[in-house]
């Protein structure tokens, strides 16, 4: 059976992929009380990554948007790998978001909009969170973009 959050995803006509397995010594998310933390998720897709580079050089500030889209939905899908279910979601409490960046650009918080644009379609009220957009100079695999994020579960 598709959840209320599976279900506004299939509205919007994504589908939740599978868990993107780690590439390093660390595991997708693990759930500490009440809150499920992500590991940093690359946008992957089917094991690899779209493109690389910097963002303001290679990757256009657009495509580093829609990237940051298929990072989140990676991290729904650790998110549900600990919880079984999405609708468990309380909040997004935090997003974190990073951007592989050329030296001049500074539209990190545009980019990582898309991660948070996604996050409010998907789950309403409970998708507004706090964030971080942060500009560094290379992130794991050459990857334009990564988001980590922080959600509280309702305590069923």
């Not at 539209?107 to 379609?121: C, D, H, K, M, Y």
Request: with cysteine.
């Amino acid at each position: 059976m598709t959840g209320v959050v599976e279900a506004k995803l299939a509205e919007l006509g994504l589908t939740l992929p599978e868990v993107v397995p780690p590439i390093a010594a660390y595991q997708p998310a693990v759930q500490s009380g009440v809150y499920v933390y992500t590991a940093g998720q690359l946008p992957m897709v089917e094991g690899k990554l779209p493109c690389t580079g910097k963002v303001g050089a290679e990757v256009t500030p657009e495509e580093a948007k829609n990237l940051a889209r298929t990072c989140v939905l990676n991290a729904l899908a650790a998110v549900k790998s600990v919880t079984g279910d999405l609708d468990r979601i309380a909040r997004v409490v935090k997003v974190v978001g990073f951007v592989a960046s050329a030296a001049d650009f500074t539209g990190q918080p545009a980019v990582i909009n898309g991660a948070s644009e996604l996050l409010g379609a998907v789950l309403g009220d409970k998708g507004v969170h706090a964030r971080s957009a942060v500009g560094v100079t290379v992130l794991p695999l050459d990857a334009p973009v990564e988001i980590e994020i922080q959600v509280e579960l309702t305590s069923a």
